[in-house]
């Protein structure tokens, strides 16, 4: 189980031992990941032009997602509120966070937790705070193929999936 205080510690220790852009790089992709329930290898192809700030959206495309289908999820205001300060502050390249630039700042910090652990984070965080299952599963990008209500009854589009998640997500803070 990986609890807030998990991810909050990861944070702490990440303004603790590393500066300038590769602190908010890190931290804006630990936000990113855990507010947005994206995979590891997602968030390691994410391009500038598949986020939308403003709106705090991410626009997940089909090359870089595990079952090859576009999806979209979003992230939290804490998230928003970072990722900006990174962008403003550094104007970073594409992919935003590559997998060897990510990894090897984890390298630099006494943690056990990695990238994957966020998106474990955002699903068990998103059942602490009551949002549907069913919700959960289409922004994490699960497969819907043997979910014959999910597959077949329930869809949400963009505008509704937005609504549901910031009832749930956008106040939510982890370093309070």
Request: hydrophobic letters at 35%; aromatic letters at 10%.
């Amino acid at each position: 189980m990986i609890k807030v205080e998990h991810v909050r510690d990861l944070l702490r220790e990440i303004d603790e031992k590393l500066s300038g852009p590769y602190r908010l790089k890190l931290k804006s992709a630990v936000l990113l990941s855990a507010t947005s329930g994206l995979r590891a290898e997602e968030l390691y192809k994410l391009r500038l032009e598949d986020i939308d700030l403003e709106n705090r959206t991410i626009f997940v495309r089909a090359e870089i997602a595990k079952d090859y289908e576009d999806r979209v999820t979003f992230f939290s205001k804490e998230a928003q509120d970072v990722l900006e300060e990174y962008l403003n502050t550094f104007k970073p390249s594409n992919p935003l966070f590559s997998k060897k630039s990510l990894l090897h700042q984890f390298s630099k910090l006494d943690t056990r937790l990695r990238m994957k652990h966020m998106r474990k984070f955002f699903s068990q965080q998103s059942d602490r705070l009551g949002m549907p299952t069913a919700v959960k599963k289409i922004l994490m990008g699960h497969s819907t193929a043997g979910d014959v209500d999910l597959s077949h009854y329930d869809f949400q589009d963009e505008e509704e999936l937005k609504k549901i998640y910031d009832e749930y997500w956008k106040n939510f803070r982890i370093l309070g």
